[in-house]
C-alpha cells in the first residue's frame, strides 16, 4: 500500500513510471538476480559470479566492490540492497578457513530473505577457460534436473525450485526453435551437484527432431550443500498466492472423470409428447367426426381462456 | 540400403512421392497395366514388361546415357527408386532418377522399410526406466532416475558420463518441444509454449485494491457517478478548441492581463495576487484532504482528530478537552493540579478494572456462565444491533438515491438521451418511472435476519 499512494508524490513523469514499474503487479516482472562478493573472496569465487552474471545478463546486477556481511547472520544489508536494486534473488559468493569457496544462493519475497541455501564449490571450471563459441546473451535456457535426489529431502526440492527460479529467466508464450541454445544441466549424486552448462549442437536425423550433440560451454561446478535457510511453511504459503485475476475460470457445468473424458451438462425445456410424431397407421388415423369435435372443444376452450382474461 | 528416397508396393494404383526428386511412380489401372514415372517436367509411361521407351526427358544432361530411365527387371513387382551416383547433381531440376528394379516380395520390403525408420528413430530415441517430468512452459525436463551410471568419482570419464546423461536428457527435452505447434514469423520457426506447470513464489505481495477516498465514499453512498469531461473546451476568446486543463488550455484566467475590480472591493487590493493566492490555497487544501485519505486509508489517528488544532477558532469541547490534556500533563499526572471552583473532577482515562468477589451471588455465577455457554454453542450469530442498524440506514440511503436517479431518467426518456449504466442498488426490473407499491424488495438488507416485516432493529435474542 506504501507504493500505491505515497506521502511524497513524485514530482516527475519519469520518476512516477520509476516508482510504478517496481510495484506489485498482478504479472509479475522478470525476477532480477543481484551477484554480491563477500569481505573475502578470492579469484574462483569472483570468477563465478562474473560467469553467473553472463549468464543472467540483462537480469542481473554484479556488485564490484566488497560487502562485508554474512547473510546467514544477518540479512539487513541483502535486504537493503534487495530494495535498492529491485532484485529479489541473489548470489552472495565468499572464502575463509572454515568454508572454503562458499556461494549463498537466495530469493526474496516483499524484500524479506524468502530461502537461501549455502553451497560450497569444490571444483570450477570457467566460461572463459573453455575455448569454443559461447551463446548470446539473453538467450533462455533449458533446465534439466537428473537424480532421485532432487525429490527425496526438502532441502534438495527446495534448491531445486530455487535453481529454476534462478535461471529461468522471463516466461514467454514463444520459443523460437533455433533459439534453443543452451542447456543448463543439475546433477544430484553421493551428496554432490555437478553443474555443467553445454551448448547445443543440433544434427540432421532423418526426421523433423534433430538429433542432439552437447559441447560443454561452461562454466561448471561440482558444489556440496552446506547450511540452509528455508521459509516457514506459512510464509512460503503466502509467497506462493495466486492472484484472483490469475486464476483459472470455473466453466459451468462442465466435468471431467479420471480418464480425462469430458462431460457437459445440458439443462432442456420440456418436451411436448403429445406432438410427438408416432408411427403412421390407418387404425390410428383420426376420423372426420373426431377432427370435427376437437376442433370444436378448442374453439370452446379459446372461448374459455379469453373469458378468463 | 544408402541411397534409398523411397519404395513402391503395387497393390491397386498406390503411388509414393520421393520428395527430393519430385517424382511420382504411380501402378496405372490394371486394364491397362504398366505404371507412370513423372517428373515435374514429363511423364513416362512404363510398360507392365518392363521396356522403357527410347525417349529422354529433354532436361537431362548429357550425363545421362541411356540408362537413365533403364528397366531390367522383369516385373514390377518392387521398385527401388535409386538416384544415379553419376549425375545426382545435375538432373535435381527434372527430377531424373534411375529406376533400378529387382523382383522383391512386399513382405521383404515392409520389413526393410521399418528397419529403416528405426534406424533414423534410433537417432532420436532415448530410454529411460521412469519417464522425464517436462514443464515445457519453463523448458524444463526433471529425470527420476538414479544417476546410476556415474560410476567414476572424478577425472575425465565422469565428464563424458556426465556429458552421455545430459545428452541422453536434452534429447528427450528436445522430443518434446519439437513436438508443440509451430508457425512462422518473419523467416523463423516458433514454437508455441504451454503456461509454465511449475509454481514459483512471487516476489512481491498481491496488489492491494486502493482504498477508497472520502468523496468517493460518500459518492458511492450517494450514487453519485463521475461524470465524463471532454478534454476539448470551445474557447470564445480564440475562437477554437483548446485543452480543458494544462498548457494553453481555454479560458486561461492566469493570462489575462486586465481585471476587472469587482464592486464593493477595495480598489487598492491587488486583484491579480489575490487570484494567485486562492490558487495556492486550493492546491494546499487539495494536499491536505490527499494526506487525509492517506492517513485514514492507514488508520493513523490525526493530530486534528484529537482536538488539539492551533487554529484560531477552537469550539467549546475542543478547549475544554485541550484543557483536560494540559492538567494530566505534568510529572504527577495531574494529581496535584488544582482545581476551579465548581468545577468537576476530571474523569480518569478509564474505569479501573473491578474483580468479583471470590465468594458471592453463586446463582447469579451459575446463570452468567450458563448464558456464556449458550451462546458458544448456538449456530445462529449474535446480531450487533448498532451496526445492523447503521447497515439498514445506509441501505435506505442508497435506495433512496437510486430511486431519484431512476426518477429523473425516467422524466427525461422522452429526450431520447440513453443511459449507460443503472444506479447500484436498483434491480434489474422496474426501469423507468417511481416505484409502486408493487415493488417489492427480495430478501433484505444484509445484516437484518431473515424474516419480512421485521423492524429495521431487529429484535435482541436474549
Redesign the interface.
Known amino acids: 500500500?506504501a507504493e500505491?499512494?505515497r506521502?511524497v508524490k513524485p514530482k516527475t513523469k519519469r520518476a512516477k513510471r520509476f516508482l510504478e514499474k517496481r510495484?506489485?503487479?498482478?504479472n509479475?516482472?522478470v525476477?532480477n538476480a543481484m551477484l554480491i562478493k563477500g569481505g573475502n573472496a578470492n579469484a574462483t569465487i569472483t570468477q563465478v559470479l562474473r560467469d553467473m552474471y553472463a549468464l543472467k545478463k540483462p537480469y542481473s546486477v554484479l556488485y564490484k566492490k566488497k560487502n562485508i556481511t554474512r547473510p546467514f547472520e544477518d540479512q539487513t544489508s541483502l535486504e537493503f540492497f534487495s530494495k535498492k536494486s529491485d532484485c529479489?534473488l541473489f548470489m552472495f559468493g565468499s572464502h575463509n578457513k572454515k568454508r572454503p569457496n562458499n556461494l549463498i544462493v537466495g530469493?526474496?519475497?516483499?524484500y524479506h530473505i524468502?530461502d537461501m541455501i549455502e553451497l560450497g564449490i569444490e571444483k570450477f571450471v570457467s566460461l572463459k577457460d573453455i575455448k569454443n563459441s559461447k551463446c548470446p546473451e539473453g538467450t533462455?535456457?533449458?533446465?534439466?534436473?537428473?537424480?532421485?535426489a532432487?525429490?527425496i529431502s526438502e532441502d534438495y526440492r527446495r534448491l531445486?525450485?530455487l535453481l529454476?527460479?534462478f535461471f529461468?529467466g522471463p516466461?514467454?508464450?514463444?520459443?523460437?526453435?533455433?533459439?534453443?541454445e543452451y542447456?543448463l544441466?543439475f546433477?544430484a549424486?553421493d551428496g554432490k551437484i555437478?553443474f555443467?552448462t553445454?551448448k547445443?549442437l543440433l544434427k540432421k536425423?532423418?526426421?523433423?527432431?534433430?538429433?542432439?550433440?552437447?559441447e560443454?560451454m561452461g562454466p561448471s561446478l561440482d558444489l556440496i550443500m552446506r547450511r540452509t535457510y528455508l521459509a516457514s511453511d506459512d510464509l512460503?504459503k503466502?509467497?506462493?498466492?495466486?492472484?484472483k485475476a490469475l486464476k483459472p475460470k470455473k466453466k459451468k457445468n462442465i466435468s471431467h472423470d479420471t480418464f480425462g473424458a469430458t462431460y457437459g451438462r445440458i439443462h432442456m425445456q420440456k418436451q411436448d409428447l403429445s406432438k410427438l410424431q408416432t408411427r403412421k397407421m390407418k387404425g390410428l388415423k383420426k376420423r372426420p367426426a373426431e377432427k370435427l369435435t376437437n376442433n370444436q372443444e378448442n374453439k370452446s376452450q379459446k372461448i374459455k381462456r379469453r373469458k378468463i382474461d | 540400403m544408402r541411397g534409398i528416397l523411397g519404395f513402391v508396393v503395387l497393390a491397386g494404383s498406390l503411388g509414393l512421392v520421393v520428395p527430393q526428386r519430385g517424382c511420382l511412380l504411380t501402378a496405372l489401372p490394371k486394364s491397362r497395366g504398366g505404371f507412370r514415372l513423372s517428373c515435374p517436367i514429363n511423364t513416362t509411361m512404363l510398360p507392365p514388361d518392363g521396356r522403357v521407351p527410347g525417349r529422354r526427358c529433354p532436361e537431362l544432361p548429357l550425363c545421362h546415357r541411356k540408362d537413365n530411365f533403364l528397366a531390367s527387371g522383369r516385373a514390377y513387382a518392387g521398385l527401388h527408386v535409386v538416384p544415379s551416383a553419376a549425375c545426382a547433381g545435375g538432373c535435381l531440376s527434372c527430377g531424373s532418377l534411375r529406376v533400378a528394379m529387382g523382383v522383391r516380395s512386399a513382405e521383404e520390403l515392409l520389413a526393410q522399410a521399418e528397419q529403416a525408420e528405426a534406424e533414423k528413430l534410433r537417432l532420436i530415441t532415448v530410454h529411460k526406466d521412469l519417464e522425464l517430468e517436462f514443464d515445457l512452459g519453463n523448458l524444463l525436463a526433471t529425470d527420476r532416475n538414479p544417476p546410476t551410471g556415474l560410476r567414476q568419482r572424478s577425472g575425465p570419464e565422469l565428464e563424458a558420463q556426465l556429458q552421455g546423461l545430459a545428452r541422453d536428457n536434452v534429447q528427450l527435452l528436445i522430443n518434446q518441444l519439437w513436438r508443440l505447434p509451430t508457425e512462422r514469423v518473419e523467416e523463423a520457426v516458433v514454437a508455441k509454449l504451454p503456461e509454465p506447470s511449475l509454481r514459483l513464489p512471487r516476489e512481491k505481495p498481491l496488489p492491494k485494491p486502493r482504498p477508497l477516498t472520502r468523496w468517493q465514499q460518500f459518492a458511492q453512498l450517494k450514487g453519485i457517478r463521475p461524470r465524463k469531461k471532454t478534454s476539448l473546451v470551445w474557447d470564445e476568446a480564440s475562437k477554437q478548441w483548446r485543452r480543458r486543463w494544462g498548457y494553453q488550455r481555454a479560458r486561461d484566467d492566469t493570462k489575462e492581463w486586465l481585471i476587472e475590480v469587482p464592486g464593493g472591493a477595495d480598489p487598492d487590493e491587488d486583484q491579480f495576487a489575490k487570484r494567485q493566492r486562492a490558487k495556492k490555497e486550493r492546491v494546499a487544501k487539495n494536499e491536505l484532504n490527499r494526506l487525509r485519505n492517506i492517513a485514514r486509508a492507514h488508520k493513523v489517528q490525526l493530530p486534528s482528530q484529537g482536538g488539539m488544532h492551533p487554529t484560531g477558532y477552537q469550539s467549546r469541547a475542543e478547549l475544554g478537552k485541550a484543557m483536560q490534556v494540559a492538567k494530566v500533563s505534568t510529572a504527577s499526572v495531574g494529581r496535584f493540579q488544582e482545581r476551579l471552583p465548581k468545577e468537576k473532577p476530571p474523569r480518569g482515562p478509564g474505569r479501573k478494572r473491578r474483580f468479583q468477589p471470590n465468594v458471592g451471588d453463586f446463582a447469579a455465577e451459575k446463570q452468567s456462565q450458563l448464558e456464556l455457554i449458550r451462546v458458544m454453542n448456538s449456530k445462529k450469530p449474535r446480531m450487533d444491533v448498532t451496526r445492523a442498524t447503521n447497515k439498514q440506514m445506509r441501505e435506505e440511503d442508497r435506495e433512496e438515491a437510486a430511486k431519484r436517479k431512476t426518477a429523473r431518467g425516467g422524466n427525461r426518456k422522452g429526450h431520447g438521451g440513453k443511459r449507460k449504466g443503472r444506479p447500484p442498488g436498483l434491480g434489474g426490473k422496474g426501469k423507468g418511472g417511481p416505484p409502486g407499491p408493487g415493488n417489492k424488495r427480495k430478501g433484505g438488507p444484509p445484516g437484518v435476519g431473515g424474516k419480512k416485516g421485521q423492524r429495521p432493529g431487529g429484535k435482541r435474542r436474549k
Not at chain 1, 530469493?107 to 516483499?110: A, G, K, L, T, V
Not at chain 1, 536425423?205 to 552437447?214: A, D, F, H, N, Y
Request: include cysteine; charge should be positive.
Open positions: 500500500m500505491l499512494d506521502v510495484e506489485p503487479k498482478v509479475e516482472n525476477k529479489s530469493r526474496m519475497y516483499d524468502l533462455k535456457p533449458m533446465l534439466i534436473f537428473a537424480g532421485d532432487f525429490d531445486k525450485s529454476i527460479d529461468r516466461t514467454v508464450p514463444n520459443i523460437r526453435l533455433a533459439g534453443l542447456v544441466h546433477t549424486v555437478y555443467r553445454y547445443l536425423s532423418g526426421c523433423r527432431t534433430p538429433r542432439i550433440e552437447l560443454e512460503y503466502l509467497s506462493m498466492k495466486l492472484p
